[in-house]
C-alpha cells in the first residue's frame, strides 16, 4: 500500500479543551497494521486536549514550534523534535508560533480508532 498525505481528508478534532486541531490517519489497522500513524496539524494559538491514557505516543515535529505538556513540565518543539510520552502521563501540544505546528504520531492498536 502507498499513498499520499494529499489523499487522506484532514479530520477536525472537537472536544473539551481543543482548538484548532486537525488529524489524518496515515495509516492503522484496516490498512494491516497494527497500530495508527497519524499527522496532526496545530493551528496557531491552538491546542490538543491536556489529558492521559494507558498508552505510549511516539512523536516527531515535521514543522512548526510550541510546547509539549508532560506531567507538569514544559518542552519547547520545533521542525526535527522527537518527544516519546510514556502511557499514564498527563500530557498535550500548544502551537507557540506563527505558523501551524505539525507532527507525526505513532500509537499502539488501543490508541486510536477510525
Known amino acids: 500500500m502507498v499513498r499520499h498525505e494529499s489523499e487522506i481528508t ?3 478534532m ?3 479543551e ?6 489524518q490517519i496515515l495509516i492503522g489497522p ?3 497494521y497494527e497500530g495508527y500513524l497519524r ?3 496545530v493551528a496557531p494559538g491552538g491546542h490538543t486536549p491536556y ?3 494507558p498508552w505510549w505516543h511516539a512523536n516527531y515535529v515535521l514543522s512548526g514550534e510550541g510546547i509539549v505538556h508532560i506531567d507538569g513540565k514544559d518542552y519547547p518543539v520545533r521542525a526535527g523534535s522527537v518527544a516519546y510520552i510514556e502511557g499514564g502521563k ?3 501540544f500548544a502551537n507557540t ?3 501551524p505546528l505539525k507532527f507525526i504520531c505513532l500509537v499502539p492498536p488501543e490508541g486510536d480508532s477510525y
Do not use: C, Y
Open 51 to 53: 489529558h492521559q491514557h
Open 90 to 92: 498527563s500530557h498535550n
Open 10 to 12: 484532514p479530520l477536525p
Open 30 to 32: 484496516r490498512d494491516g
Open 18 to 23: 481543543i482548538e484548532g486541531v486537525m488529524k
Open 97 to 99: 508560533g506563527t505558523a
Open 14 to 16: 472537537q472536544g473539551k
Open 39 to 41: 499527522v496532526f496539524t
